[in-house]
Every structure is written in structure tokens, then in C-alpha cells.
């Protein structure tokens, strides 16, 4: 069974920083490329993020370029989002999944959301 686990969410002050950890059991991340997504109170799941983890071609929103990170390590098999500078508007649940990216966005693919991680970015 192909499962995802989100974590490393937290509260922090605007301009911290957090590194959000997808760890993936059942199968091995280079199978599919994998997106971060985020669901901001009142608001609708959007991609923030995806990778290719073999070639390792990535994809970011424009809201985060310069300040999140999408990156890998096969030998934990497990996907990173390093988010840096960090703003109010970034205050979300995320999740990863499996996903469809391309120059220009990305949308999810396979079955329901996980759990995803808190979070919240506040002074």
C-alpha cells in the first residue's frame, strides 16, 4: 500500500524557517514525480511545489520561488521542502503526493490526501 507521512510543521515568526519532511512507504519516490500541495484556511488545495525525483527536474509556484527548496534523498526515501523566509500567506496544512508537473504548474494524481503538516506562520 503506498503511503505518504508529512512532517516538521510548526509555528513560527515571519522571515523563519521550517523543512517540512514526505516519507514514503509501499513504494520508491523515483517511481512518480512528487508535488507538495497547501490548503490555506478558506481556501482550496493548491500545488506549491513538485520534483521529478529521478532526473530530478523541479517545479515552483511563483509566490515561493527564491525561498522554498524541493529536494530528495533516495537512500530514506523521502522528499523535503526547505521553506525559508517564510510569510502570513504561506500558513497552511501541507501535503505531498504523487502528481502531474510541468513548466507551469503541477495537479495531483492517485487517490485521497493524507494527513498533511501544520503550518502556521505568525508574529
Known amino acids: 500500500q503506498r503511503q505518504f507521512v508529512e512532517s516538521g510543521g510548526g509555528l513560527v515568526q515571519p522571515g523563519g524557517s521550517l523543512r517540512l519532511s514526505c516519507a514514503a512507504s509501499g513504494f520508491t519516490l523515483d517511481s512518480y514525480p512528487i508535488g507538495w500541495f497547501r490548503q490555506a484556511p478558506g481556501k482550496e488545495h493548491e500545488g506549491v511545489s513538485c520534483i521529478n525525483v529521478r532526473t530530478g527536474v523541479t517545479y515552483y509556484r511563483e509566490s515561493v520561488k527564491g525561498r522554498f527548496t524541493i529536494s530528495r534523498d533516495n537512500a530514506k526515501n523521502t522528499v523535503y521542502l526547505q521553506m525559508n523566509d517564510l510569510k502570513p500567506e504561506d500558513t497552511a496544512v501541507y501535503y505531498c503526493?504523487?502528481?502531474?508537473?510541468?513548466?507551469?504548474?503541477?495537479?495531483?494524481?492517485?487517490?485521497?490526501w493524507g494527513q498533511g503538516t501544520q503550518v502556521t506562520v505568525s508574529s
Open positions: 503526493a504523487t502528481a502531474q508537473c510541468w513548466d507551469g504548474g503541477l495537479s495531483k494524481t492517485g487517490g485521497g
